[in-house]
């Protein structure tokens, strides 16, 4: 008679086989449930109570992605943005939620006293700046409709090109410089700055847009990370493909034949910001569809 004690000794285990010339291998099914137990911390236990994080182009798109889920996860979100009428909205749209707190503060990236007075505020409302995102940015050429008015890049007036460099590069460059002094003294922090496959890829006619997201790709990331690790902060850029915060980014082909929902690059963002991306620094990660590795012609 079979004893159920036995039934209780052995492990329950499950069993593949390798390959035809190999012996069955075991695997305990206490390596299936921590595995799982991993995945469910990863997507269901990311918090970030008692963080505050700013997000600067946070009335919009992925800025605004971002901000929706920080402060879900139980952070204080700092949301700066020009646009000051959709920023009261969404700030409002926040707080009402009840978990993390919103703060709005109308900031032009490109006026350093603006910057100044964005981190400012955060530290004093939530005190802390543990996280800045530099998500405000756009590709000047379109924003300001130069296709439909001049043929090609040396036509183009200066202004245009000014704006994309400021808003781009200057204003990631100058929250940074701010945002630093406070995570000097906090000895910790974390900067995500944003960049572009187009900074990769290049683009003959907006040219401002390709010049100033590869001088933060690997110049201002690699610089800060340098800088700041003596002081335990991380610098990390990320660099999407297309996204559909706009419908022709479905147009921009990738490997995987389509273009990112805005939460996917929100998922890689709050991951590296998380314990669980704690040594992911002074890199730019590509995040895709597998664009950047695609034949060029
Ligand atoms: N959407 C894409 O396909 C894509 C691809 C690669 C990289 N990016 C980059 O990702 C970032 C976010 O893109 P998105 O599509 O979510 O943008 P978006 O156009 O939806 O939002 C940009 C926000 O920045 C704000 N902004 C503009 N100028 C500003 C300034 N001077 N100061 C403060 N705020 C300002 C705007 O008001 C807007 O709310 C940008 O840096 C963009 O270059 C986007």
Same mark, same amino acid.
């Given at each position: ?42 997507? #269901?236990?990311?918090? *970030?109570?008692?963080? +505050? =994080? ?10 605004? %992605? !971002? ?63 543990? #996280?800045?995102?530099? *998500?405000?940015?756009? +590709? =000047? ?10 043929? %090609? !890049? ?144």
């Amino acid at each position: 008679m079979k004893n159920h004690d036995d039934n209780k000794k052995t492990p329950v285990s499950f069993r593949f086989r390798e390959n035809r010339n190999r012996c069955d291998v075991k695997i305990p099914i206490s390596v299936f449930i921590l595995h799982f137990v991993s995945w469910k911390e990863r997507v #269901i236990f990311m918090s *970030f109570t008692n963080k +505050t =994080a700013i997000a600067t182009g946070a009335a919009s798109g992925m800025g605004l %992605e !971002f901000s929706r889920s920080f402060s879900e996860l139980g952070g204080n979100i700092v949301m700066c943005d020009v646009n000051e009428k959709a920023l009261k909205a969404y700030v409002d749209e926040i707080n009402s939620k009840g978990k993390g707190k919103a703060l709005g503060v109308v900031c032009d990236v490109r006026d350093y006293l603006q910057v100044e007075n964005a981190c400012k505020s955060a530290f004093d409302t939530f005190g802390s700046i543990d #996280i800045v995102c530099n *998500f405000a940015g756009g +590709t =000047a050429v379109r924003i300001f409709n130069s296709y439909d008015k001049y043929d %090609e !890049f040396p036509d183009v007036p200066i202004e245009v090109y000014d704006w994309g460099m400021d808003v781009n590069l200057k204003g990631q460059f100058y929250f940074c410089h701010v945002a630093l002094r406070y995570m000097r003294e906090q000895k910790s922090g974390l900067i995500v700055n944003i960049g572009s496959i187009t900074g990769m890829e290049g683009d003959g006619y907006g040219i401002d847009y390709p010049t100033s997201k590869a001088g933060v790709m690997f110049g201002l990331t690699k610089s800060v990370a340098q800088f700041g690790s003596k002081y335990g902060i991380r610098c990390v850029c990320v660099s999407p493909g297309p996204v559909l915060t706009r419908e022709a980014m479905s147009n921009m082909k990738t490997l995987l034949g389509r273009a990112a929902e805005p939460n996917e690059i929100i998922d890689l963002i709050l991951f590296i910001a998380s314990e669980k991306g704690r040594f992911i620094n002074g890199e730019n990660i590509m995040i895709d569809g597998g664009r950047n590795a695609m034949q060029r012609q």
